[in-house]
């Protein structure tokens, strides 16, 4: 956390992004995009910025019920907000034009009721804390507590271009320091307060940011060289590009989703990482799913989901979100899983994975699905623990067709 206060350019910057988020319902990134640009920060500053809006927004309730502000009131009583905020961490306060101070009395006694509501203290909306607790039981409050906590930095080493030594070595060279993740070989954890994007490393595409939990899948789906291989929720592509290095480029690794956008950003970072046998494929119909019947011999479902397992790392989607909304998923989720495996060829493996930790989303999905269709054998399935592992929470089911 912070040793000094903010400034109060950089507090009034704080503020505006929690009002785009809060107020205007923008995703976090968006927000970021939207107030930094333009802005002559230094990385430094920008670091400190996004350290207290992700630290606020992860614990969002706590800090407005300590500073008597309520959610939608941010844009106005911000400077309450992030009096409150320096208070708990015993910071001197910003030195703004204008403030709206809070009583120290006051802010003792809430606290000290606060520290008595667990779920309050742990940054949990009701309708999460209700949720978690009927779908994990006593595993519930372990993993509530993880996911407030401020999330790690993880890389994925590019193994088309370097291995894990030289890119510890050539990172170090450009300030920034790393370690070895037990359990994930393709992972570094970057344990340096550095500008990783600025390096040249990055622009040789030697890296991917990528959590160490979700490299874990790509490894699930085990694609070998030549293996026609398809990615059928490629997103973004962090994880197809993980697969074409496990692939060494060598076969066809089909990334598909249903914005075309998403893809136009993976083809350039597929170039970037020197992976040539990457090709998208916009889902425009069924009838692009249907083309590809019993074709392949690896498919990876990373289905939309609720989030709920990266939510360290994405906190503001528990204040945009509500549990009206999973019910709405699991039922994409169904449909994806029973159109989508038909690409699966005999002896084929399908990998069904989600961020999220709900065991609606998870194996109980699964198990649907298989008692729906015999031609498919279950394999194995994880759920990556967030309180247990230190990552963001995954689940990944193996599947294996044995028959058309």
């Known amino acids: 956390m912070l040793q000094t206060s903010l400034s109060p350019s950089a507090t009034e910057l704080v503020i505006n992004v929690l009002?785009?988020?809060?107020?205007?319902?923008?995703?976090?990134?968006?927000?970021?995009?939207?107030?930094?640009?333009?802005?002559?920060?230094?990385?430094?500053?920008?670091?400190?910025?996004?350290?207290?809006?992700?630290?606020?927004?992860?614990?969002?309730?706590?800090?407005?019920?300590?500073?008597?502000?309520?959610q939608t009131e941010i844009e106005r009583l911000g400077s309450r907000l992030l009096n409150g905020w320096h208070m708990f961490h015993e910071l001197p306060l910003p030195k703004l034009p204008y403030s709206l101070t809070i009583e120290s009395a006051d802010f003792t006694s809430r606290l000290e009721i606060a520290k008595q509501d667990q779920a309050l203290w742990d940054g949990c909306p009701e309708w999460l804390d209700n949720l978690g607790q009927a779908q994990l039981g006593d595993q519930w409050p372990a993993e509530r507590a993880a996911l407030n906590a401020a999330p790690k930095r993880f890389i994925r080493v590019n193994e088309l271009k370097i291995d894990q030594a030289g890119l510890q070595s050539k990172l170090a060279k450009e300030g920034v320091q790393t370690q070895?993740?037990?359990?994930?070989?393709?992972?570094?954890?970057?344990?340096?307060?550095?500008?990783?994007?600025?390096?040249?490393?990055?622009?040789?595409?030697?890296?991917?940011?990528?959590?160490?939990?979700?490299?874990?899948?790509?490894?699930?789906?085990?694609?070998?060289?030549?293996?026609?291989?398809?990615d059928a929720c490629a997103g973004a592509g962090g994880k197809t590009l993980a697969i074409a290095?496990?692939?060494?480029?060598?076969?066809?690794?089909?990334?598909?989703?249903?914005?075309?956008?998403?893809?136009?950003?993976?083809?350039?970072?597929?170039?970037r990482a020197g992976a040539h046998n990457v090709e998208t494929r916009i889902i425009a119909s069924s009838k692009t799913i249907k083309r590809l019947k019993l074709s392949a011999d690896r498919v990876l479902l990373d289905v939309p989901c609720s989030g709920l397992g990266v939510l360290k790392r994405n906190p503001d989607a528990k204040w945009r979100d509500t549990a009206d909304r999973l019910p709405v998923l699991v039922a994409l989720q169904k449909e994806i899983l029973q159109s989508y495996s038909r690409m699966v060829k005999v002896d084929g493996i399908l990998v069904y994975a989600t961020c999220s930790i709900m065991p609606e989303e998870n194996r109980q999905q699964v198990d649907q699905f298989l008692a729906n269709n015999d031609h498919f054998e279950f394999i194995e399935d994880e759920t990556i623990s967030v309180a247990q592992s230190g990552f963001d929470g995954f689940y990944m089911a193996k599947l294996r067709r044995i028959s058309e």
């Open 19 to 70: 009002a785009t988020v809060l107020d205007e319902g923008k995703p976090l990134d968006r927000a970021y995009s939207i107030h930094f640009s333009g802005q002559r920060l230094a990385p430094a500053e920008q670091a400190r910025i996004t350290l207290v809006v992700g630290d606020i927004l992860r614990k969002l309730n706590l800090y407005c019920y300590l500073a008597d502000v309520k």
């Open 180 to 230: 070895v993740v037990e359990g994930v070989p393709s992972a570094l954890e970057v344990i340096s307060d550095s500008a990783l994007f600025r390096t040249d490393a990055f622009k040789q595409g030697l890296f991917e940011q990528q959590d160490a939990g979700s490299q874990q899948i790509a490894a699930v789906l085990d694609a070998k060289p030549g293996m026609r291989v398809v």
């Open 245 to 271: 290095a496990q692939m060494q480029g060598k076969g066809r690794l089909l990334a598909m989703d249903v914005e075309q956008w998403k893809l136009d950003n993976l083809k350039q970072r597929a170039r």
